[in-house]
Structures are given as structure tokens and as C-alpha cells.
């Protein structure tokens, strides 16, 4: 009697399965040139020292929740900028030297460099609002350089 009701619900469902019909979704997303990760001492002079576009550099760790929330915010603002500015994002616990270098004592922290200079820095959480002023007024600064060179 077992075998006989685990034999009819199989046959059940493998009737089942063959009338199914399996939609697959394929999704593409592009590819963010402007925002880079940092390897190395060597990948920050390269990348950010040496970069003829200014750079935001997102200092931040992998435990800190208040990078988790800034991290989406600024990468969509980065990305509205389309190539007038670069996001460069430094772990402070892989690259300790840099976050020294760059007075990092808490996180996120936001520094602004254009031509190898610090610009401009904000420390700690900040709203979307204030990140695009900010990114804005960074960028512009960069725009009215050129107009004047």
C-alpha cells in the first residue's frame, strides 16, 4: 500500500514537472569605470595621485555600518557624474598606511583630491542631498579651472 501511493505521487509530479514551463530573466548592468578599488600604495598613486579626473576617496571598513548606508548614495551620485569625477574605495583595514597618511581616525570618511591635493574632505555619515552639493561643488570647481586656463 506504501509503495504503491509513493509510486502514484511520483508519477504525479514528474507529469507535473514536464508541463511546466521554466521562464528564465537575463538582466545586464553595465560596468562602472569610475569607481575603482584600492589595492596597493602603489594602485593609490596610480589611480587617484596621478589621475587627471578628481577623485573622491571613500575611506571605509567592512564592519562600519554607517560606510554600508554611504556606500550606495555616493556610488549613485559618482555614477550621474558620468567621468567628471572618479570614486576610489580604500579599505582602512587592508590599507592602514594610507588611512595614516590621510588622517583617517574615524569612518567614512570623504576626501576630495584633484591634481595629487587634498580639496576637501567630510567625515561621518551624510545625507544624499549633501553628497551631490558637495560632489557638485567639487566638480564645478574642477570646470571653472579649465575655463579660466
Known amino acids: 500500500m506504501f509503495a504503491r501511493n509513493i509510486n502514484n505521487f511520483l508519477t504525479r509530479n514528474s507529469l507535473l514537472c514536464q508541463s511546466k514551463v521554466v521562464l528564465r530573466n537575463i538582466s545586464f548592468t553595465t560596468v562602472k569605470y569610475d569607481i575603482v578599488k584600492i589595492q596597493s600604495t602603489d594602485d593609490f598613486k596610480d589611480k587617484v595621485i596621478n589621475s587627471k579626473v ?9 564592519w562600519c555600518n554607517p560606510c554600508r548606508l554611504l556606500t550606495p548614495r555616493l556610488e549613485s551620485i559618482i555614477s550621474e557624474n558620468k567621468g567628471k569625477v572618479v570614486l576610489a574605495k580604500v579599505d582602512i583595514d587592508e590599507q592602514t598606511d594610507l588611512a595614516l597618511d590621510y588622517e583617517v581616525s574615524s569612518v567614512p570618511v570623504l576626501v576630495a583630491i584633484k591634481n595629487g591635493k587634498v580639496q576637501q574632505r567630510l567625515v561621518g555619515l551624510q545625507d544624499t542631498d549633501k553628497l551631490r552639493k558637495w560632489v557638485e561643488q567639487f566638480t564645478n570647481e574642477e570646470s571653472k579651472a579649465e575655463v579660466k586656463a
Open 54 to 62: 578628481p577623485v573622491v576617496v571613500d575611506f571605509f571598513a567592512t
